[in-house]
C-alpha cells in the first residue's frame, strides 16, 4: 500500500499528463506494490482536485464489463470512473484530437437517474425504478500512463474516461427491452463495430447496480439527477485527426463526431 505522499504525487502526475497530452511510465512501475485500493486512492485524489479547481461532478462510468476483458487484467468484476461537467460534448462536435493521447471510442447507454440509488443491495429493478430515461452515449477514452498497463493503471487513471458524448432519443426505461438495444459504430463511413447492449453483464441495468453496491462500501452513492455511463457493448475503436466517428443506434437515433 502507498503512502498519502505517494497517491498525491501519482494523482497529481496524471494530471499534467492530461494537461500536457504525454503519457507517464506506468504508475505501477514507479510505485511497486501498488494495489487495487490504491488506485481508487489516486483517482478519487485526482477528481478532488479538479473540482477544487472548478469542475462539477456529474456522474460515473462503468468499465471492463466483460468477463473477457475483466479476465485479461486480472481482476473479477468491473471498475469505474467519474464524470465531470467539463467532459461532456455534444452530438455533432468537432473535437481536437491533439488535446489526447491515444483516443479511442467506445458505444453505451447512459441512464439518467430520476432518484438516488445507495447500497447495498441495489437491484436491476431498483435501477429500472430510479432511472428518469435511458439515452445513447459514445464514451472517449485515452491513457494518461503508457500502454501496456495493468488495471491498477486504468484505474488510477479514471477508468481511461476523457469525454462522453450523449444523443440519439432518449427513452424511459420500461417502454423498450434494454437488453436488446443495438449499434453500428462508424469510423469514416465504414462499420468498424457493432453490438446489442445485452453485452454488458446480461443487462445494462446490472452495471448501474453493482456500482451503487460498490459505491456503498466508501458510504456514497448516484444522486439524483447524475448520468451513469453503463459500460461498453462494442471494442474500442481508435481514433485521430481527421476522422468522423457515427453511431447508429436504430430506433434510438445516432450520434456523431468528428476530430480535427
Not at 498525491?8 to 510505485?31: F, G, K, W
Not at 447507454?109 to 428518469?132: E, I, K, N, S, Y
Not at 487513471?157 to 432519443?169: F, K, P, T
Not at 453503463?230 to 463526431?257: C, E, M, N, Q, W
Request: overall charge negative; some cysteine; glycine content about 10%.
Amino acid at each position: 500500500m502507498l503512502t498519502a505522499e505517494q497517491r498525491s504525487r501519482a494523482a497529481q502526475s496524471l494530471l499534467q499528463a492530461e494537461r500536457s497530452a504525454t503519457p507517464i511510465t506506468q504508475l505501477d512501475q514507479t510505485y511497486p506494490g501498488m494495489d487495487i485500493e490504491d488506485a481508487y486512492a489516486i483517482q478519487q485524489e485526482a477528481i478532488a482536485l479538479r473540482i477544487a479547481a472548478g469542475a462539477r461532478l456529474r456522474g460515473h462510468k462503468i468499465g471492463l464489463t466483460s468477463k473477457a476483458m475483466q479476465s485479461t487484467v486480472g481482476i473479477d468484476e468491473p471498475d469505474y470512473g467519474h464524470l465531470l461537467d467539463d467532459m461532456f460534448h455534444n452530438d455533432g462536435d468537432t473535437l481536437d484530437a491533439g488535446r489526447y493521447i491515444v483516443p479511442r471510442v467506445e458505444v453505451e447507454l447512459a441512464f439518467v437517474l430520476g432518484r438516488p440509488l445507495r447500497g447495498p443491495g441495489v437491484t436491476l429493478v431498483d435501477v429500472l425504478d430510479a432511472t428518469d430515461y435511458v439515452m445513447p452515449a459514445m464514451e472517449l477514452i485515452d491513457g494518461r500512463s503508457k500502454y501496456p498497463r495493468r488495471i491498477v493503471d486504468n484505474i488510477a487513471d479514471n477508468a481511461a474516461c476523457a469525454g462522453v458524448i450523449l444523443g440519439g432519443r432518449p427513452v424511459r426505461p420500461l417502454d423498450i427491452d434494454l437488453r436488446w438495444v443495438a449499434a453500428l459504430l462508424y469510423k469514416n463511413g465504414v462499420i468498424e463495430e457493432s453490438g446489442v447492449s445485452a453485452a454488458v453483464l446480461g443487462h445494462p441495468a446490472m452495471g448501474i447496480a453493482w456500482l451503487a453496491n460498490k459505491l456503498a462500501r466508501f458510504g456514497t452513492g448516484l444522486e439524483a439527477g447524475h448520468i451513469v455511463l453503463a459500460g461498453s457493448f462494442t471494442r474500442t475503436v481508435a481514433v485521430g485527426k481527421g476522422d468522423v466517428i457515427h453511431a447508429d443506434y436504430g430506433p434510438l437515433g445516432s450520434i456523431g463526431l468528428r476530430f480535427a
